[in-house]
């Protein structure tokens, strides 16, 4: 395995992991809120729980989902040849749904054959407020496409949990791919082109891109599908904003709270380009805002963790995060992508 290739997979998802954790005490609190109970600089330091880990949220635990689902996927491309990958990756949010408790009509035969590894991991069942569009959309037993909308949300429940897209796949494969994932659960441009932007910024990086390129590259990309205008005149004030101010609370409003998904991805954007050598800082910016902290502490860890690999983020964090071994058991996996092998095939069973 490539070194320094697993250094960034598993700098992706540690990432995602810590700013999730990171943000998920103050995630319905507001600015104000924070600093009177974190101080003056708002929350600065991971929450340990009486077990002393860091807790991570539904934008991690569907992640990891989305990783089961892809690896599922290569699986069955490798000893089939043929896959419909948005499928498969569906199955994997079901069983997600059923981590959560929440039933899915006709689900029932996917959960009644709960094999594969990720969801027998018994941490993944906590309840940490999921995003009430992922859990209607995926009970309700349709999947949502990009061409049949299965609702009209452009809520952010996409965009946190497509980092690995971009970790498998080159710039518009990912971009596509993770539209397509989104759009399972949520319907509006801003709910799956947001998601995408998200996989193609991570794909770039991969490829060896700087972080303003990748970003450029990806804008690019967005600006070819139709609806884009809303995210892209939201993601290009970022980048703006970023290049005119220095960091700030009050250029961070202007992107909104993060709940929807373009406001998400820009938050998020505008933290990495103003601190790209900075992990803690960068994360710290994402986090504390009057909106969505975890989501977009997620998503700026995720990208930044693929810029810096593990060793740019505070050990004191990511050693302390919540399935700290499965999350990275996960990311090596995704670097290998298929192996032929009984271990293989337990884990990751092709449907
Ligand atoms: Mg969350």
Known sequence: MDRKRKEFFRGCLLGGAVGDALGWPVEFMRLAEIKKRYGERGIENLVLNADGKAEITDDTQLTL???????????????????????VVYHAYLRWLHTQGVKCKGGEEIVKNLDGWVSKIKALYARRAPGST?????SNGRMG????HINNSKGCGGVIRVAPVGLMFTKKDAFKIGCEL?????????????AGLHACIISCLIEGMELEDAVSAAIQELAAYPGSEECLGLINKAVELAQDNDP???????????????????????????YKNDFKKAVCLAVNHDGDSDSTGAITGNILGVCLGVEGIPPVWWEHVELR????????????GFEESERW???????
């Open 345 to 351: 095939l337990k884990k990751y069973p092709g449907w």
């Open 65 to 87: 989902f989305t990783a089961e689902g892809l690896l599922r996927a290569s699986t069955r491309r490798n000893l089939r040849g043929n896959c419909h990958l948005p499928t």
């Open 134 to 138: 992922c859990l209607s959309a995926l």
């Open 145 to 148: 496409t990009i061409e049949k």
């Open 182 to 194: 989104a759009a399972i659960t949520h319907g509006h441009p801003g709910g799956y082109l947001s």
């Open 248 to 274: 700030s609370e009050d250029a961070l409003k202007q992107l909104g709270e993060g709940w929807v998904g373009e406001e998400a991805i820009a938050i998020a954007v505008y933290c990495l380009l103003v």
């Open 325 to 336: 071994d499965e999350i990275i058991a996960v990311a090596d996996d995704l670097q290998i």
